[in-house]
T-cell receptor
């Protein structure tokens, strides 16, 4: 089975802190994604990557950056956390190809105080 | 207009009932389609892919109508354990790869 592991299940940070969310997958997937999920808004794509060192903006990239130095790891960075970034963050991965399934990590509930 | 739209529900149905959800998408160039299930405070998990000819997996049937740009999910003989949020997912060509666009989900409650 594909395993996508997110480093923290719950995280509490203060406004202005730099926050790192880590995600590792063990199935040699080319694609990796970061979403945030908020009530009533569903999952929204922040950034994605289709190869090492490649990154593409999703629908809501403002206030975030990403890093993919190794194929298995995709990090989401909040440069200066704000309260409106309090959310559930979900990492996912897939093989390339239009019919490939998306596999999720268990999520990180981030609270910014 | 949202790219992928779903009725948020909740759909409250008795055990044993048949229930159907629809999902519409706006990009006619969308490539592939999926239904995911999400339990409360858990990550989404793949329920089934949706094929052009329609497909069935046990009590679940998925249909795709490209002309009208909608997909559907039918659940027969509902079980209490089917209570969850069902997410419609559309795969579109993005930069360098395909990206997955999610609907906001339809909540189902199956009642004893």
């Amino acid at each position: 089975d594909v395993k996508v592991t997110q480093s923290s299940r719950y995280l509490v940070k203060r406004t202005g802190e730099k926050v790192f969310l880590e995600c590792v997958q063990d199935m040699d997937h080319e694609n990796m994604f970061w979403y945030r999920q908020d009530p009533g808004l569903g999952l929204r794509l922040i950034y994605f990557s289709y190869d090492v060192k490649m990154k593409e903006k999703g629908d809501i990239p403002e206030g975030y950056s990403v890093s993919r130095e190794k194929k298995e790891r995709f990090s989401l960075i909040l440069e200066s956390a704000s309260t409106n970034q309090t959310s559930m963050y979900l990492c996912a991965s897939s093989l390339k190809g239009r019919y490939e399934k998306l596999f999720f990590g268990s999520g990180t509930q981030l609270s910014v105080l | 207009r949202k790219e992928v739209e779903q009725d948020p529900g909740p759909f409250n149905v008795p055990e044993g009932a048949t229930v159907a959800f629809n999902c519409t998408y706006s990009n006619s160039a969308s490539q592939s389609f999926f239904w995911y299930r999400q339990d409360c405070r858990k990550e989404p998990k793949l329920l089934m892919s949706v094929y052009s000819s329609g497909n069935e997996d046990g009590r679940f049937t998925a249909q795709l109508n490209r002309a009208s740009q909608y997909i559907s999910l039918l659940i027969r003989d509902s079980k209490l354990s089917d209570s969850a949020t069902y997410l419609c997912v559309v795969n579109e060509r993005g930069s360098g790869t395909y990206k997955y666009i999610f609907g906001t989900g339809t909540r189902l409650k199956v009642l004893a």
